[in-house]
């Protein structure tokens, strides 16, 4: 069980880190925070939190430490110098690395007596300590469970299991989804700019269809775990015709169709391939090498 008076070291003060470090304040802990660059810690000193001047001094506060730093290679210089005073010590990553990365990250711990756990923060700082936000753990069960209470001021938590790589994993493959709906959303944006009207009252009816889309995903997803595409809801050669029509209609208003003449070369991929009368869905296998 957390000892929520107990102490906790925030290494990294970006605009995630901020946030982290303010909702576990705010939360009545005893929060020693340190960043690269001095400066960033005025208002959370002001909020309660002690200032370290350098990582070995932030981590001898004792506790968890909790580092949200720019990307892999900063986390081993940032950790390495103190790898001795870790020895025994709770250390929670929440930078975004790839699964091998956090692997390695894991190795070097173990390698070091060290107890590590890896997080994927699927929020924006804004998100911290609001429903919606989301963190994935995966790596040691015992800084998990130990340290849950702790996870749960900042977002609602999933332990994803003891390879360190997983919450990366997903996470990385969730934004792999994130931001080619993104850009095509841009792209509808642009082009009902192009014909006089806003990105604001595309948004107000692009979201409701989008947010409802995903409700499909349950579906897509028995389909691609089954492997069989023969039975379509839209198939590969409907799919051409859609977004031929998407392409023109964007062209139309001077906009180039970049985002789905990308989802075009993988469905044409398919339909060269002898495939037009299966499932959309199938172009999955073609980014997998089509193996079967
Ligand atoms: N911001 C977001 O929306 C996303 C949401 C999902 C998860 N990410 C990840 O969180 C990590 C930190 O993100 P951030 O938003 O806090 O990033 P920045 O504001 O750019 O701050 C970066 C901090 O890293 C420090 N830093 C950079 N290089 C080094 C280094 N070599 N040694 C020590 N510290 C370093 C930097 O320090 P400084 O530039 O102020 O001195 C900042 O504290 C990140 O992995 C996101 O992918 C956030």
Redesign the pocket.
């Known amino acids: 069980m957390t000892d929520m008076r107990a102490p906790v070291t925030m290494l ?6 901020r946030a982290l470090a303010a909702a576990l304040v705010d939360a009545g802990r005893d929060v020693t925070v340190w ?3 001095p400066g ?1 810690a005025g208002a959370l000193v002001e909020r309660g939190a002690v200032e370290a001047a350098g990582v070995r001094d932030a981590v001898s506060a004792g506790g968890p430490v909790v580092v ?4 892999h ?2 986390v081993r ?2 950790l390495d110098p103190v790898a001795a005073e870790l020895r025994g010590r709770a250390v929670v990553n ?3 690395t790839t699964p091998d990365e956090a692997r390695e990250l894991a190795k070097w711990a173990d390698g070091h007596g060290i107890d590590y756990l890896d997080g994927a ?5 804004p998100m911290i300590g609001a429903p919606g936000a989301q963190i994935l753990y995966s790596g040691s069960r015992e800084v998990f469970d130990g340290h849950r209470a702790l996870f749960e001021v900042w977002a609602a938590c999933v332990y994803d299991g003891a390879d360190a790589g997983t919450a990366s994993l997903f996470d990385l493959a969730i934004l792999a989804g994130m931001y080619p709906l993104f850009a095509g959303f841009l792209q509808g944006a642009a082009t009902v700019r192009a014909a006089g009207g806003t990105a604001a009252e595309f948004a107000e009816r692009a979201a409701p269809f989008l947010a409802a889309m995903t409700g499909s995903f349950s579906h897509i997803a028995r389909t691609v775990d089954g492997g069989d595409y023969g039975d379509p809801v839209q198939s590969l050669d409907w799919t051409v015709a859609a977004l031929d029509a998407i392409g023109r209609a964007t062209r139309e208003q001077g906009v180039e169709p970049v985002p789905t003449d990308m989802v075009g070369a993988l469905v044409r991929a398919q339909t060269e391939a002898g495939r037009g009368a299966e499932d959309f869905y199938r172009i999955v296998e073609g980014m997998a090498g089509d193996r079967k």
């Open positions: 990294g003060l970006g605009a995630m880190g960043n690269r660059t960033k949200c730093l720019y990307d290679a900063s210089e940032t929440l930078t975004t923060i699927m929020a924006t700082p």
